[in-house]
């Protein structure tokens, strides 16, 4: 069983910084795809940022040199360090896992495993 879970959340002044925490059990996956998307009230999932099993990494340009995704293989997580951060980044933030090829600058939404996501609320 394919389990996500996600942690690190909470509400933070804008300028400030968090590190939101993907733990995985049973990838089913040898050559994978982590996203982390963001979705706020009435508007649609987005792309933040991708992490390929090839160590290939992609961010939005809304979060190009503010946030970083990295894997701990030894933990089986996944991180994303938020810094600089601003009101319009506040959404529900949730990290999924596919198969390599959904790592992609169109951002696809299909993901077949995802998080039960975290709330992150930048305060102006």
């Known amino acids: 069983q394919v389990q996500l879970v996600e942690a690190g959340g909470g509400t933070v002044q804008a300028g400030g910084s968090l590190r939101l925490s993907c733990t995985v059990s049973?990838?089913?996956?040898?050559?994978?795809?982590f996203g982390w998307f963001r979705q706020a009230p009435g508007k649609e999932r987005e792309g933040v940022a991708s992490?390929?099993?090839?160590?290939?990494?992609t961010y939005a340009n809304s979060v190009k040199g503010r946030f970083t995704t990295s894997l701990d293989n030894a933990k089986n997580t996944l991180y994303l360090q938020m810094n600089s951060l601003k009101p319009e980044d506040t959404a529900m933030y949730y990290c999924?896992?596919?198969?390599?090829?959904?790592?992609?600058?169109?951002?696809?939404?299909?993901?077949?495993?995802w998080g039960q996501g975290t709330q992150v609320t930048v305060s102006s």
């Open positions: 999924a896992i596919d198969r390599f090829y959904f790592c992609s600058d169109t951002w696809p939404t299909s993901y077949t495993y």
């Open positions: 992490l390929r099993s090839d160590g290939t990494k």
């Open positions: 049973g990838n089913p996956y040898s050559s994978y795809c």
